[in-house]
């Protein structure tokens, strides 16, 4: 069938909005006609640094109603509201006991181009798309593994929930899956961005007694403070290190780094109290540090954490059952724009002009 996609063509290329052609669903495979995506740095990543083969149709934050089955798809039914989230294969050791975010084959399924029978679904004239993360949601319709689909409430806004599938559930699910700290314990994150401010939502609800946000924008600090946060830091004006340990009598137990910038993540770990736990989930580069002095000495713990550490058919209806019960209000952070805008919405997301970004593609 036609479609409306925006393509990237080559390495930092803008996006362009064009008609391309879209394959029949295999057996466990739906098409779903996509509501709304959001607009993910992995995704500006994909596009600048070609981490994925070019060219493709990137997105995968993708929320939208299901059209049609494949023959052998058991759980879902023509109408669903769905939620897209990460590829898996569903057979490896750490998907079958959890652990489907760092499946065997995460990086080929996700990153590789292809569905994991290794052929396209999407085509420009004749010439072969790339599929990023198993459905390519920048499109008027996406393709997908059932494995990846989530089935959600309707009775909440499917526009909002397509940053569930990605980097809300990067942030919560760092908090909840992975480090599931006491309550009354302390924790830091750094970075107020969308995964970071999640991280701080999430962290309210398990009850910890002293959530600090640090950040360089002072609108994103006041947005952790109205979400949750009970005190705040900007990185440019404090020595975060030393107001961090003053005001928690030698540091925090739990810190969560979203910036993947070095400085921080050096911070991250100097500032935890002895038997510490720190997790990155930031892209982060090439890096040094003391290790003795910054983690062995103190017993402290610094781990990666992969998009929250979730099971998305589970995690995320919880993540929507917390949303209805006021107690995870992701929507202060999003930003709305139309699939046409497409361009202006990443840059406003490289600014920081909005959170996180939102397009809407379909009604």
Do not use: W
């Given at each position: 069938?036609?479609?409306?996609?925006?393509?990237?063509?080559?390495?930092?290329?803008?996006?362009?909005?064009?008609?391309?052609?879209?394959?029949?669903?295999?057996?466990?495979?739906?098409?779903?006609k996509i509501v709304a995506t959001g607009v993910c740095h992995t995704d500006a990543v994909a596009r600048d640094?070609?981490?994925?083969?070019?060219?493709?149709?990137?997105?995968?934050?993708?929320?939208?109603?299901?059209?049609?089955?494949?023959?052998?798809?058991?759980?879902?039914?023509?109408?669903?509201?769905?939620?897209?989230?990460?590829?898996?294969?569903?057979?490896?050791?750490?998907?079958?006991?959890?652990?489907?975010?760092?499946?065997?084959?995460?990086?080929?399924?996700?990153?590789?181009?292809v569905h994991d029978d290794y052929t396209h679904r999407l085509s420009l004239d004749g010439q072969e798309l790339?599929?990023?993360?198993?459905?390519?949601?920048?499109?008027?319709?996406?393709?997908?593994?059932?494995?990846?689909?989530?089935?959600?409430?309707?009775?909440?806004?499917?526009?909002?929930?397509?940053?569930?599938?990605?980097?809300?559930?990067?942030?919560?699910?760092?908090?909840?899956?992975?480090?599931?700290?006491?309550?009354?314990?302390?924790?830091?994150?750094?970075?107020?961005?969308?995964?970071?401010?999640?991280?701080?939502?999430?962290?309210?609800?398990?009850?910890?007694?002293?959530?600090?946000?640090?950040?360089?924008?002072?609108?994103?600090?006041?947005?952790?403070?109205?979400?949750?946060a009970t005190h705040i830091f900007n990185g440019t004006k404090v020595d975060v290190v030393n107001e961090i340990?003053?005001?928690?009598?030698?540091?925090?137990?739990?810190?969560?780094?979203?910036?993947?910038?070095?400085?921080?993540?050096?911070?991250?770990?100097?500032?935890?109290?002895?038997?510490?736990?720190?997790?990155?989930?930031?892209?982060?580069?090439?890096?040094?540090?003391?290790?003795?002095?910054?983690?062995?000495?103190?017993?402290?713990?610094?781990?990666?954490?992969?998009?929250?550490?979730?099971?998305?058919?589970?995690?995320?209806?919880?993540?929507?059952?917390?949303?209805?019960?006021?107690?995870?209000?992701?929507?202060?952070?999003?930003?709305?724009?139309?699939?046409?805008?497409?361009?202006?919405?990443?840059?406003?997301?490289?600014?920081?002009?909005?959170?996180?970004?939102?397009?809407?593609?379909?009604?």
């Amino acid at each position: 069938m036609k479609i409306e996609a925006a393509v990237t063509l080559g390495q930092g290329q803008e996006f362009v909005i064009k008609e391309v052609d879209l394959a029949e669903p295999k057996a466990n495979e739906v098409r779903i006609k996509i509501v709304a995506t959001g607009v993910c740095h992995t995704d500006a990543v994909a596009r600048d640094a070609a981490i994925a083969p070019l060219p493709a149709v990137l997105g995968h934050e993708g929320a939208g109603i299901v059209e049609a089955v494949g023959s052998s798809v058991t759980h879902l039914t023509k109408g669903d509201h769905v939620v897209l989230s990460f590829a898996h294969c569903g057979r490896c050791e750490n998907c079958l006991t959890g652990h489907p975010t760092v499946c065997d084959t995460f990086n080929d399924l996700n990153f590789g181009g292809v569905h994991d029978d290794y052929t396209h679904r999407l085509s420009l004239d004749g010439q072969e798309l790339s599929t990023f993360f198993g459905q390519s949601s920048f499109g008027t319709f996406a393709i997908a593994h059932e494995r990846n689909v989530v089935k959600v409430d309707k009775d909440v806004d499917l526009a909002l929930l397509g940053p569930l599938g990605c980097g809300i559930q990067t942030g919560a699910g760092t908090v909840l899956n992975k480090m599931r700290p006491e309550f009354g314990s302390t924790i830091v994150i750094y970075g107020a961005g969308a995964v970071g401010l999640s991280a701080i939502m999430a962290a309210k609800i398990v009850g910890c007694k002293t959530i600090i946000a640090v950040d360089v924008h002072d609108s994103r600090l006041q947005l952790a403070l109205e979400l949750g946060a009970t005190h705040i830091f900007n990185g440019t004006k404090v020595d975060v290190v030393n107001e961090i340990k003053s005001l928690t009598n030698g540091g925090t137990k739990y810190a969560v780094d979203t910036t993947g910038v070095p400085q921080v993540v050096r911070q991250s770990l100097q500032a935890l109290r002895p038997l510490g736990v720190a997790a990155i989930v930031g892209v982060t580069p090439e890096m040094s540090f003391d290790v003795h002095n910054d983690l062995m000495a103190e017993g402290k713990t610094m781990m990666g954490v992969i998009e929250g550490d979730a099971v998305p058919n589970v995690f995320i209806p919880q993540l929507v059952e917390y949303y209805k019960a006021g107690q995870f209000p992701f929507d202060k952070l999003i930003t709305f724009y139309d699939f046409n805008d497409i361009n202006a919405a990443f840059e406003a997301s490289k600014t920081g002009e909005a959170i996180k970004p939102i397009l809407r593609i379909q009604s």
